[in-house]
């Protein structure tokens, strides 16, 4: 069920989407208009709209006017990988989840960064490295750079009390993104940083990020060894 302490539109999408994959809203059947699930959920009805929208561009859900939403009933084949809060990750594996900034600065960034983000050379941005923990062990580490241009209000968060992770979930709206999964040999910086040994095979997400066509963040997740990923199709 929906964490009522953390009502967004992304918290919404996804349990509007475990109803329709767990079939307790089976294909062809009527979804609840937006202002019944908005009173549901004690939130705005444009929170509602932005999961629902989501879930129509997604193909999971039809939405005409005058005759109501259903869902789908032969929904689009497509992969759809919801960007998760890592907080939420861990306390889903039955750990405790902690959380460690090792720097917040602001810098130019390397080519190697705004060239994939289609930015000039030399552009300024916010430079975020930090650890989770799972239990008090090493979870995975956080190496991230974030477009201060797109989000103005970067500069009144203190990300030691919130990651950059959950708060840019919360706060910075994106409508398309690039995701690469590979493996990686931990260096001595990483090997330090995860407790682990330096060479120690990591599972590494490298994700970039864009609201309507501006660059919002690219962020690199290495995670410690014996990682498992788990997903549904």
Known sequence: ??????????????????????????????????ADLAAQ????????????????EAGLIDRKRKAGTRVALLPISRVVLDI???????????????YGLIRQVVQAAPPSITSRLGLERGTRMLHITSVHFADNHP?????????????PELASVDFSRVSANEWLIQNAPYTSGDIAFSASNADA??????????????FVVDRITWNRGVPITVVRLSY???YRMNTKI
């Open 1 to 34: 069920m929906i964490d009522t302490e953390v009502i967004s539109w992304r918290s919404i999408h996804l349990e509007l989407l475990r109803r329709i994959n767990e079939r307790e809203w089976p294909p062809g059947s009527v979804v609840p208009n937006e």
């Open 41 to 56: 959920f004690g939130c705005a009805r444009t929170t509602v709209h932005r999961a629902m929208r989501e879930l129509a």
């Open 84 to 98: 998760p809060i890592i907080r939420l990750e861990v306390e889903q594996r039955n750990a405790e989840w902690s």
């Open 139 to 151: 979870f995975l580490h956080e190496d991230r750079w974030i477009n201060i241009d797109a989000l």
């Open 189 to 202: 910086d990483l090997a330090e940083a995860l407790q682990a040994s330096e060479g120690a095979a990591l």
């Open 224 to 226: 410690a060894p014996g």
